[in-house]
């Protein structure tokens, strides 16, 4: 692992795992394509361990002509991609750019590192970041998912990423490209877009605004810490074995609610108000589709790669809410960022009960 291309590497996971991965690999250059959209900040990229070995370009992973001029002039061996759409309420409300840059643009890269690299792919290795939600969803006493549970994607956004996932297994068997793929559950933590849950509700806590549950706030995720997840995936670019698929999850699986009032009271206890933020808890109209379980059966990962997260649910959202907490700058900056105060409206306007 020379010259490291890392897609979507301004937002949330990837930002995370350029931090990651300068820190544990002093001699990999890392060449993060992302296009800033309302999802990526450069703010997500300031500080980060060794500014050298980091170049950022703006751009678009469906630019074909961009990519290919990447891999030419960057003699890139490593491809992880993170690039995606990634919110599932977004997908529900316009689908449209999920398939663009979900399908289209894994699509794109793929077919580009493959005429880039030739037949002969060793030393090469391009890893595909995925999510559970191409699972579908679990009953209360269904089996959690492993690597084989077909996949039965049931919104756009898991759709697309299903799609995807097809696209860079086909790429392995096919043209022996040497893909790996990771499914992952949930993240939290820092640099996360306050569109989704945890960060949300942090947020709007702070400003003393409804905290909007979905429905009877009784489904279920697998909550795993970001840097957890960032380690699962190097030691899958690094022991992974080629063409397989590797399931990640924290093992952590509350109720939405309990989650919701777990940072409730971490918050009343690090930054207490005259009221318990818990007054603040709303139900409201239910996600349409909403995949009400999903966890992930991580045995593989932890047989082969001997990966198991560090992080409990406890001691990662106590950080998280710290985090965000201590980093009034970014907040203030990414709640600016162009679009986002029209999203709640979009969607929260019209939800309440
Ligand atoms: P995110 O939305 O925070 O970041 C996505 C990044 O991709 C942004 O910086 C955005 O600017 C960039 N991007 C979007 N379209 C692009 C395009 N056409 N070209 C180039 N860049 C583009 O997402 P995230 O939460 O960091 O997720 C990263 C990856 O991990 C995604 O593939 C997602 O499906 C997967 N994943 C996420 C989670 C989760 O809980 N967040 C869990 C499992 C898997
Ligand atoms: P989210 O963070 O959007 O992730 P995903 O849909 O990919 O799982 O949502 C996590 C859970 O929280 C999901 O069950 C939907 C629920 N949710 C709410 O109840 N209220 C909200 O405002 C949001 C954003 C999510």
Redesign the pocket.
């Known amino acids: 692992m020379k010259n490291v291309l890392v ?9 995370n795992f350029v931090r990651y991965l300068l820190k544990v690999e002093p001699n990999v250059h890392i060449f993060n ?9 450069l703010e ?1 990229l300031k500080n980060l361990p060794d500014e050298t070995r980091h170049t950022f370009i703006q ?4 630019n074909e002509q961009l990519i290919g001029k990447l891999f030419h002039e960057h003699q890139i061996d490593t491809v992880v ?7 599932v309420d977004r997908s529900i409300l316009g689908p449209a ?1 999920f398939v ?3 399908v289209i ?1 894994t699509f794109t890269l793929l077919e580009t590192a493959r005429q880039a690299w030739g037949p002969d792919g060793s030393g090469k290795r391009f890893h595909h ?5 191409v699972f579908g969803s679990l009953s209360p006493d269904d089996p959690a998912f492993t690597e084989s549970t077909s996949y039965e994607p049931r919104s756009p ?1 898991s759709a697309s ?1 299903a799609a995807s996932d097809h696209l860079a297994r086909a790429y392995f068997h096919t043209y022996g490209l040497p893909v790996t793929i990771t ?6 933590g820092p640099y ?2 306050p569109e ?1 849950l945890i960060p949300l509700m942090i947020l709007n806590a702070l400003q003393r605004k409804p905290l909007p549950v979905y429905g009877d706030g009784k489904q279920i995720r697998d909550w795993l810490f970001v840097e957890d ?1 960032c380690e699962a995936i190097y030691l899958v670019l690094k022991n992974g074995r080629l063409g397989e698929t590797y399931n990640i999850g924290g093992g952590n699986q509350p109720y939405n609610i309990d989650l919701v009032k777990e940072i409730c009271s971490i918050l009343d206890e690090l930054k207490p108000a005259a009221k318990s933020y818990t007054e603040l808890i709303t139900y409201v109209v239910d996600r349409p589709g909403h995949d009400r379980r999903y966890a992930m059966d991580i045995t593989k990962i932890r047989n082969e790669l001997g990966w198991m997260p560090k992080h409990d649910i406890e001691s990662g959202l106590r950080e998280t809410v710290k985090w965000y907490l201590d980093h009034v700058n970014w907040v203030s900056a990414i709640s600016k960022q162009a679009g986002y105060n029209d999203w709640l409206e979009k969607n929260y306007a019209r939800r309440e009960k």
């Open positions: 897609t979507g590497g301004a937002g949330f996971i990837g930002s394509l992302d296009a800033l959209t309302y999802a990526g900040s997500n751009g678009d992973i469906c991609h993170f690039a995606a759409e990634s919110h750019p663009q840059t979900n643009g970041v995925s999510t559970d939600e956004y990423k499914n992952c559950s949930n993240n939290y996360q877009f989704k997840h």
